[in-house]
């Protein structure tokens, strides 16, 4: 077993390892925020290295973070710029505040994406706490808080943003309120997955220009919209630069960004070590039906045991009951991690595998840290817990997860893992085949546009480079392989 007390050594390669290849920066108070320095006790080096230039951005973005951030000189005279509809002058630091909105899942993947456009558009990043980021997060930049201040002076509109608000970007095109000769003070960018036509201009160059000069841009998304940025001329020589294995983005800012608070750590550090930790291997099985109506599901069922035999990820049981005393040493533990609201799925896996032997003669044990039943966004243990098991499921060696699911694509970017993705059911009945391999861990963006800025006319954003192609699990969907 490991020895989970020595987080704290500093040699050298231990430190590479703590800090994750150099993503993350020295000198935070550990204690405050446990999981920081010691998730790598947890889990495999990545076998993805960071580039030199992406932990350059880092740094630089971190020193900018904290000469703009709340309370400074620079972020008060930019707060002054609020009152005014329009800017006269620039001020030395723009903004990007970050609305809270949708689950979880939703909203780690799109926090990641604004992040990386502020790192892209050199904006500071700023964050809605909304009811439980703070519960679920730590600060993820040195000395200064990413949370925006709970005085913001728009803050009380926040929840009424939509397509229609007057200064939705989307909005203003449409009814030809833009004024290219002057700049505006602030911005709404709505890239919520309902976006119209106009509000999907955000993904145009031209767009950018116009959009780059306003000081406070806020935007509310559910989306992980990375792989189209890739898309914008102007910024993808930028990403190529930080992200030379293409396939790294959430996996590497997903890592940097979202480290579990301490009570969040404790639920994922007791589970592992209670249950996971003295298994030979680890199988994740992430199970989201979308169907309505209460589960568990017998074609989830099918589909969960035809892909995990198929696949060779489970054995297979001798429901030969006779042959059953057959001695096999020494026996392989393997542990199942099931995350579900439902509790059937992982109980018919338990049963099976203490009603009858495996062929193989493995061990098998079937966990399942919670069954809430339903989604309860805003309740505040429930989103803990939710955030538990994405970090349980990335500390696993095998991972299968559900189409269409930002929860499961959390797992598979923290985890470094490609997973076997469930294809989504139709009309209840289990797909064939029940599931198939990922070409790459990163998330699906699910509302992508087909718009070719140029050209002015309908495109397959999906064909237009080898590395932004169509998702596994949405056809209509864009992911980076
Ligand atoms: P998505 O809807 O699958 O894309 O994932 P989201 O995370 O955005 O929203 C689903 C929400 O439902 C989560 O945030 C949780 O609150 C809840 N949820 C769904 N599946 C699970 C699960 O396996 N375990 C727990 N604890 N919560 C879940």
Same mark, same amino acid.
């Given at each position: 077993g490991r020895d989970y007390s020595n987080a704290t050594t500093t040699n050298d390669s231990n430190d590479s390892d703590r800090l994750l290849g150099g993503l993350l920066a020295t000198g935070f108070d550990e204690a405050t925020c =446990?999981? +920081? %320095?010691?998730?790598s006790l947890y889990r495999k080096p990545s076998p993805y290295k960071p580039s030199p230039y992406l932990l350059s951005k880092l740094r630089s973005y971190e020193t900018l973070h904290k000469r703009c /951030?709340? /309370?400074t000189e620079p972020y008060k005279k930019a707060l002054t710029q609020l009152d005014q509809d329009h800017i006269d002058n620039n001020g030395e630091c723009k903004y990007v505040v970050w609305v809270s909105f949708s689950g979880l899942g939703n909203r780690i993947l799109s926090l990641a994406s604004v992040f990386l456009y502020a790192l892209l558009t050199d904006r500071v990043l700023l964050v809605d706490r909304g009811k439980d980021m703070e519960d679920l997060f730590c600060e993820p930049f040195p000395d200064m808080s990413w949370l925006l201040p709970l005085d913001f002076p728009l803050m009380s509109q926040f929840d009424g943003l939509n397509q229609d608000s007057s200064r939705c970007y989307g909005h203003m095109l449409k009814n030809h309120v833009v004024d290219n000769d002057k700049t505006l003070s602030h911005l709404y960018l709505? =890239? &919520?997955?309902? %976006?119209g036509d106009h509000d999907k201009m955000f993904f145009c160059q031209g767009d950018q220009t116009f959009i780059g000069k306003v000081p406070w841009l806020v935007v509310k998304t559910d989306n992980y919209f990375v792989p189209s940025l890739w898309l914008i001329p102007g910024f993808d020589e930028e990403l190529d630069k930080m992200f030379p294995q293409k396939e790294t983005v959430f996996h590497h800012l997903g890592r940097y960004l979202f480290h579990p608070t301490n009570q969040v750590w404790g639920l994922v550090t007791r589970y592992y070590e209670a249950y996971l930790s003295q298994a030979d291997e680890k199988i994740g099985i992430q199970v989201r039906v979308f169907d309505v109506g209460a589960g568990p599901f017998q074609h989830v069922m099918d589909q969960i045991s035809s892909c995990t035999r198929k696949e060779k990820l489970l054995p297979e049981v001798d429901t &030969?009951?006779? +042959?059953? +005393?057959r001695v096999t040493t020494p026996k392989k533990h393997k542990a199942v991690l099931v995350t579900s609201l439902n509790s059937g799925y992982s109980e018919n896996l338990k049963s099976m595998y203490w009603e009858y032997p495996t062929l193989t003669g493995e061990v098998i044990g079937v966990h399942q840290p919670s069954q809430e039943g339903y989604q309860q966004t805003e309740k505040k243990m429930h989103n803990g817990k939710a955030l538990a098991e994405m970090y349980l499921l990335s500390m696993t060696d095998s991972l299968v997860t559900s189409a269409w699911s930002t929860f499961g694509y959390v797992a598979q970017g923290l985890g470094g893992l490609k997973p076997w993705i469930l294809y989504k059911p139709e009309n209840r009945t289990a797909p064939d085949p029940a599931c198939g391999r990922a070409m790459s861990m990163e998330p699906c963006f699910h509302a992508p546009p087909f718009y070719d800025c140029k050209a002015k006319t309908g495109v397959d954003t999906g064909k237009l480079v080898p590395h932004v192609r169509h998702c596994e699990d949405m056809s209509w969907g864009l992911k980076l392989g």
């Open positions: =446990l999981s +920081r %320095y010691q998730s /951030g709340p /309370g709505h =890239l &919520v997955h309902d %976006y &030969v009951i006779e +042959r059953s +005393r």
